[in-house]
């Protein structure tokens, strides 16, 4: 199956030969010059992935990943900005992006994060569930189900969860995590981790909870706890 990606890119100098690089790469890629064609194009066709500039004419590029990641919870967002500053709003504060490059990027980088994240995404056999406690991981389906409700998650935190809970009771190190769940050749900062770490205790309900779920394992990573013990302290005060 062909991958589907939408660039959402402005500058003429980019924008065209960037989408011209990744068709001869084999996939299927398209242009959106600003934030009104990227919403239609999206509607259209659900893109598997979602390149997306966040300095564009007609809508604060923030915004457009927040609506993005609204409309297509499946979709892998990538955004490419020139501004560091940036990346803790887009990643942590819940509009949603997946992933970030720092403009300006190689295309060997760009093509191998697009592998890495567009491999994540292969199918894996029908009936691959994990459930531990009242967590359960449909992996074929891409659902997370918590005492039987939907929990919206965003791809790479599927992918995290699902390695976490795949060793339940194990700790998995920080550069484990950063090589299967993000790129092998992951050479950037580790905060990404971390921030999906935070959005997944939050997503889980465990946020200020003691114990978590989700095991900070000081100095090495990170153990999706087999078994929670009783923490009637933690019950007796909501809000802490
Ligand atoms: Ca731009």
Known sequence: MIARLLVVEDDPDIGPSLVHALKVQG????????ATTAERLAGEHVPDLVLLDLGLPDLDGVELCRRLRASLPSTVLVVLTARDSEIDVVIGLDAGADDYLTKPFRLAELLARLRAHLRRRTPTSAGDRLAVGHVVLDLAA?????DGTELALRPKELDLLSMLMSEAGSAVSRDRLMAEVWDEHWFGSTKTLDMHVSSLRRKLGDAGEQPERIATVRGFGYRYERELPASPAAQDQPGD
């Open 27 to 34: 996939y299927d890629a398209q242009l959106a010059p600003d």
């Open 142 to 146: 891409r659902r997370c189900l918590v």
